[in-house]
């Protein structure tokens, strides 16, 4: 009598692809470096703000360029938040793409972990806010501020404090955070645009089809991209839309796959990865820490004005937001998933990893930054900066102390592992790069 046989259970967080762990890998540098930048953008736009020469500092963020005719008669903040974070935008807009259409993520069954987890860590914020801030005056514009994730920042800490962490880890983090900033950019485009002029959006839309047209038949060139690019952009800016919105439609254009002509998807990455690996730098070590520098600079007013800051709801209701909002709504998402999938956690991961990673992704640096400028203005945000800094670096400490522990864990495992390994006279081909993650 035979016996049948038990289904397969599928595995939550299971290792990739070693094609999608070494771009995984190639990006997670990238973007470690990246937030190195911006913590050192942010805290020396800090130090500055609460110095002598403050006033030096508001005056140089305050500084007016460009042509008032086309809209663009903006202070340097202001280019540094419309203009700068739409290459940000745009990257994510080609990453996740890229997700979708030729990573790994185009197995419905992986995508919906990281999907649901970036819901459920913009839900849970969202509504932990409302709460703390019910029947405050204006309070419920900045619902959506602790509903982000910031890459580089989170990135930095995890390849800091959790080198021998497993792969998987990271590229949930990641993927989490790309759809966090697609969400998040919806949330502007709905609920942040004040205004719309008809006639400018239309005009950028038409472009963005040229645009879309020109690269889907694999045209490169910057000398025509790049100012049909810059020329959407504008018009976005200027229909009342935030601009960063223009960053993410650009990236969507770009195709993924190389055209039939050129040999198709196995002869090599196609345009969007090959734009990616052109802008990312830019994005990471240019856009994201000059943001930083010009947003991050909030002068705390000694003591009394620090306890002042947390006497504001809207503070709490964001501190509250990052540092529990997120941890427990993609937590919660996580295992629901894993529950009505009836699917296993992989065996290389605990659930306190993933307790440790859903409290990381409570830092929301650059996002949560624009969103506050967006709901209360630049001079009505100080103390959601106040908020949004205190949320972040709480949520990093936090994760620190879990992620370390259980590093070491592995750490122990690996060195097991490699000595026997050693032993046997087989080399070990769990190395760990530069970034902190598994070459395979």
Do not use: C
Request: zero cysteines; a negative charge; aromatic letters at 8%.
């Amino acid at each position: 009598m035979t016996h049948p046989v038990p289904p397969r259970r599928s595995v939550l967080l299971g290792r990739g692809s070693w094609g999608e762990a070494r771009r995984i890998a190639d990006i997670l540098r990238k973007e470690t470096v990246g937030g190195a930048l911006l913590l050192a953008a942010a805290m020396a736009a800090m130090i500055w703000a609460n110095s002598p020469w403050a006033g030096a500092y508001e005056a140089l963020r305050d500084l007016r360029i460009g042509p008032e005719a086309l809209h663009l008669n903006l202070s340097l903040a202001g280019w540094a938040g419309d203009g700068l974070l739409a290459v940000f935008f745009f990257v994510a807009g080609l990453e996740l793409k890229r997700e979708f259409v030729a990573g790994d993520l185009r197995d419905v069954r992986r995508a919906a972990v990281p999907i649901a987890a970036a819901l459920g860590g913009v839900i849970v914020p969202a509504l932990l806010y409302l709460l703390i801030t019910r029947g405050v005056e204006g309070a419920g514009k900045g619902w959506a501020i602790p509903t982000a994730t910031d890459i580089a920042f989170a990135l930095a800490v995890l390849a800091v404090i959790g080198r021998f962490l497993p792969t998987a880890l990271r590229t949930f983090l990641l993927t989490l955070a790309v759809v966090d900033d697609l969400v998040a950019i919806v949330i502007i485009a709905l609920f942040y645009t004040d205004h719309l002029a008809p006639v400018p959006l239309a005009a950028a839309l038409v472009l963005l089809a040229v645009f879309t047209v020109l690269v889907q038949r694999r045209v490169r060139s910057a000398w025509l991209l790049l100012p049909l690019a810059a020329a959407v952009w504008a018009l976005v800016h200027a229909s009342g839309v935030h601009a960063t919105v223009a960053g993410v439609l650009l990236g969507f254009a770009v195709p993924v796959l190389r055209s039939h002509d050129a040999g198709g998807p196995e002869a090599g990455p196609g345009l969007a990865e090959h734009f990616e690996h052109r802008f990312r730098p830019i994005s990471a070590g240019v856009a994201v820490p000059v943001f930083a520098f010009f947003s991050a600079g909030v002068a705390l007013g000694g003591l009394d004005g620090l306890t002042g800051a947390f006497g504001d709801p809207v503070v709490l209701g964001v501190v509250a937001g990052l540092v529990a909002g997120k941890p427990i709504g993609i937590m919660a998402a996580t295992w629901l998933t894993a529950r009505f999938t009836r699917a296993d956690l992989d065996e290389d991961l605990a659930w306190v990893d993933m307790a440790g990673l859903s409290v990381l992704a409570g830092i929301g640096f650059t996002v949560s930054l624009l969103i506050g400028e967006l709901a209360f203005g630049v001079e009505g945000a100080e103390h959601v900066k106040v908020a949004v800094l205190t949320g972040s670096l709480t949520a990093a400490l936090i994760a620190t102390v879990i992620l370390r522990l259980r590093n070491r864990a592995y750490r122990r495992i690996h060195e097991i592992e490699t000595a026997d390994l050693d032993q046997d006279g087989i080399p070990d081909v769990y190395e760990t790069d530069e970034a902190g993650t598994a070459g395979a």
